[in-house]
């Protein structure tokens, strides 16, 4: 191990004890419509189940919310309308390289502006998304 590796090594242990206090349901950044954590169940669901632009984009990556709009909101579900920015983990045009320079600059794949409504039930055990629209992978139970 060279020391440059055990100084990035040791960077990574002085972090981890931060990184394990950051709890999403206490932490602003991760609030929604008022709800704590809300943003990050609904972008785990989004990141696991979604796709974009007709399926050619089968990674999506969600990059922010843009808009929120609550259409119901019960004890038992929220409903949210959003909009949000995407770009795809595979398909996002990043890789601006010699093999496919056509795809650089403006004309980038998988990035993007929608939208969305996601239905969310709240349970015992806290937030959960039971529905998203738009396209989604086929999922086995």
Same mark, same amino acid.
């Given at each position: 191990m060279?020391?440059?590796?055990?100084?990035?090594?040791?960077?990574?242990?002085?972090?981890?004890?931060?990184?394990?206090?950051?709890?999403?349901?206490? /932490?602003?950044?991760?609030?929604?419509?008022?709800?704590?954590?809300?943003?990050?169940?609904?972008?785990?669901?989004?990141?696991?189940?979604?796709?974009?632009?007709?399926?050619?984009?089968?990674?999506?990556?969600?990059?922010?919310?843009?808009?929120?709009?609550?259409?119901?909101?019960?004890?038992?579900?929220?409903?949210?309308?959003?909009?949000?920015?995407?770009?795809? /983990?595979?398909?996002?045009?990043?890789?601006?390289?010699? /093999?496919?320079?056509?795809?650089?600059?403006?004309?980038?794949?998988?990035?993007?502006?929608?939208?969305?409504t996601f239905?969310?039930?709240?349970?015992?055990?806290?937030?959960?998304?039971?529905? /998203?629209?738009?396209?989604?992978?086929?999922?086995?139970?």
């Open positions: 060279t020391m440059r590796s055990l100084g990035r090594l040791a960077g990574l242990m002085l972090l981890l004890p931060l990184c394990a206090s950051c709890d999403p349901y206490k /932490m602003g950044a991760w609030e929604l419509a008022g709800e704590p954590g809300l943003l990050f169940v609904i972008q785990q669901h989004y990141e696991r189940n979604a796709l974009e632009e007709g399926g050619r984009c089968p990674a999506p990556l969600l990059g922010g919310v843009t808009r929120t709009e609550i259409l119901e909101d019960t004890p038992e579900q929220m409903v949210l309308r959003l909009n949000y920015a995407y770009r795809d /983990m595979i398909r996002d045009g990043d890789d601006c390289s010699r /093999m496919r320079p056509a795809r650089c600059g403006i004309m980038r794949e998988c990035r993007g502006f929608a939208e969305r239905t969310v039930a709240r349970t015992e055990d806290g937030l959960e998304v039971v529905g /998203m629209t738009g396209p989604q992978r086929n999922r086995r139970r």
